[in-house]
């Protein structure tokens, strides 16, 4: 495993002409920050060794080297997810990889269905925490030593860069949601009763990604600061039938917002 994750590291580091500390995942149809991404160095998941390929429509699956808000970052367009049949392990070789490149600060998106009552279609959440709710733990397994057997997870939203967040949010005039986002497998969207049951648990929102990606980033002690667009909404009285498509357009509605918060605090961290 590790000998894999640091030749894909060496294959990396030989064709980036920068040293980024920050990396953003682009979740689905919040692809548009990459827009904004200037000297730009892509390279497709399927010519980097030992990547597993994306397969889901609207997930380009690219890595992207360059600079946004005057810093060097890397972006992953598309992510691996565990509905696509990929083991826990490839869903969070990247962020692996990312550790071994010198990644400091992740940046997660995704969507997701809405589970709180107070939440609207195309709000922005602030991820200020998770429950894992996948079948399978990321870091089951021989422990990799890039962290401890059994690692803290009392703050795995670093409190800082939600504040930093929220004070740009408040600047700009954006409107925020807090929340904590359940992660589960997927591939369907919840039943009524599933919603219920998660907002029952402590979920704001519910969405199919993320919650693995943040426990490895942990593990390997990169900070990380999440949003999540609410693209549908699993709240009694309000539910209606969801497609990928419409998640994607609500998605694509959102996703301004996003990058004006992502981009203005990139800025600001030292
Ligand atoms: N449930 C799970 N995943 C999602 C949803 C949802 O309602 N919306 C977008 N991703």
Redesign the pocket.
């Known amino acids: 495993m590790l000998e894999r994750i640091q030749e894909t590291a060496n294959y990396l580091r030989n064709k980036m002409q920068t040293r980024p500390e920050t990396a953003i995942i682009l979740g689905?149809g919040l692809g548009s920050l990459a827009e904004e991404i200037t000297d730009k160095n892509e390279i497709l998941y399927k010519d980097i060794p030992n990547f597993p390929v994306s397969t889901v429509e609207g997930h380009s699956g690219k890595l992207i080297f360059g600079r946004l808000g005057g810093k060097d970052i890397m972006a992953m367009q598309g992510r691996f997810h565990y509905y696509e049949g990929y083991s826990m392990k490839e869903v969070t070789f990247p962020i692996r990889v990312m550790r071994e490149l010198g990644i400091k600060n992740l940046f997660v998106s995704?969507?997701?269905?809405?589970t709180n009552p107070n939440f609207k279609i195309g709000d922005l959440m602030i991820i200020t925490d998770h429950i894992n709710y996948f079948p399978e733990h990321p870091l089951r397994g021989r422990n990799i030593p890039y962290g401890p057997r059994f690692p803290d997870m009392s703050e795995a939203y670093d409190k800082e860069f939600i504040r930093m967040a929220d004070t740009i949010a408040q600047e700009r005039g954006i409107h925020v949601q807090h929340g904590v986002y359940l992660g589960?497998q997927?591939p369907?969207?919840?039943t009524p009763s599933e919603?219920k049951l998660f907002h029952i648990l402590g979920a704001d929102?519910?969405?199919?990604?993320t919650v693995p990606e943040v426990i490895v980033a942990r593990h390997c002690n990169i900070r990380v600061f999440g949003v999540s667009v609410?693209?549908?909404?699993?709240v009694e009285g309000k539910i209606i039938e969801?497609s990928h498509e419409e998640?994607q357009k609500a998605?694509d509605a959102a996703q301004p917002k996003m990058t004006e918060i992502m981009k203005e605090m990139i800025k600001r961290i030292s």
């Open positions: 689905t995704n969507a997701s269905g809405g589960t997927g369907t969207f919840e919603y929102a519910v969405g199919m990604s609410v693209t549908d909404l699993g969801v998640v998605a």
